[in-house]
């Protein structure tokens, strides 16, 4: 089955440290997204990536980074710039940009301790 | 530019219809429409591309009119399963992609 598989699901980071969330989709997608998620708030883009090699910042880029080294890859690291990282995370891919039929993984929550 | 969605949360009993609404100062080039449930992934409903076209996917349709600056979502005779917050993307000329703030849906039996 096609689909996006987000990893982990839950992920708790200490005050300082870089984690990676893991964004993998079988789709033979080209664009692919990373959304940020608050409670009770809307989706708010951090980066996107067009094609692979080539990755865009979004409305809320500060303290995050992305690679795109892979069609069906596109990991995101949550670095220790970011104030507030406690949130949920989505990965997404449509067939091209913008925003065609958005297909979703299932999240990582991640939770500062 | 995001989307304005109203209204930001409504609560209905099974049965009951309901209307929501997606706006943009501009004209858009396409709208989608996504249901989440609580603490899970957003689903893809449906996508309209041209003014003035109505799509249908069970009891629930959109509309985008004329003038491809509104969207509105038409949930009929509600089931609990309707339950969950729907968000509205859009995405202008300038090919930028923004989803609404979102409207909560809470279906009651």
């Known amino acids: 089955d096609g689909g996006i598989t987000q990893s982990p699901k839950y992920l708790f980071r200490k005050e300082g440290q870089n984690v990676t969330l893991s964004c993998e989709q079988n789709l033979n997608h080209d664009a692919m997204y990373w959304y940020r998620q608050d409670p009770g708030q809307g989706l708010r883009l951090i980066y996107y990536s067009q094609i692979v090699n080539d990755f865009q910042k979004g409305d809320i880029a500060e303290g995050y980074s992305v690679s795109r080294e892979k069609k069906e890859s596109f990991p995101l690291t949550v670095t220790s710039a970011q104030k507030n990282p406690t949130a949920f995370y989505l990965c997404?891919?449509?067939?091209?940009?913008?925003?065609?039929?958005?297909?979703f993984g299932s999240g990582t929550r991640l939770t500062v301790v | 530019q995001q989307p304005v969605q109203s209204p930001q949360a409504v609560i209905l009993r099974e049965g009951e219809d309901a209307v929501i609404n997606c706006s943009s100062s501009?004209?858009?080039?396409?709208v989608h429409w996504y249901r989440q449930k609580h603490g899970e992934a957003p689903v893809f409903l449906m996508i309209?591309?041209?003014?003035?076209e109505q799509k249908g996917h069970e009891k629930i349709s959109a509309s985008f009119n004329e003038k491809k600056q509104q969207s509105s979502l038409y949930l009929t005779a509600s089931q609990l399963s309707y339950s969950g917050t729907y968000f509205c993307?859009?995405?202008?000329?300038?090919?930028?992609?923004?989803f609404g703030s979102g409207t909560k849906l809470n279906v009651k039996p």
């Open positions: 993307g859009t995405n202008d000329n300038f090919n930028k992609f923004y």
């Open positions: 501009k004209a858009l080039y396409s």
């Open positions: 309209l591309l041209k003014g003035g």
């Open positions: 997404a891919s449509s067939i091209a940009f913008p925003g065609q039929l958005m297909i």
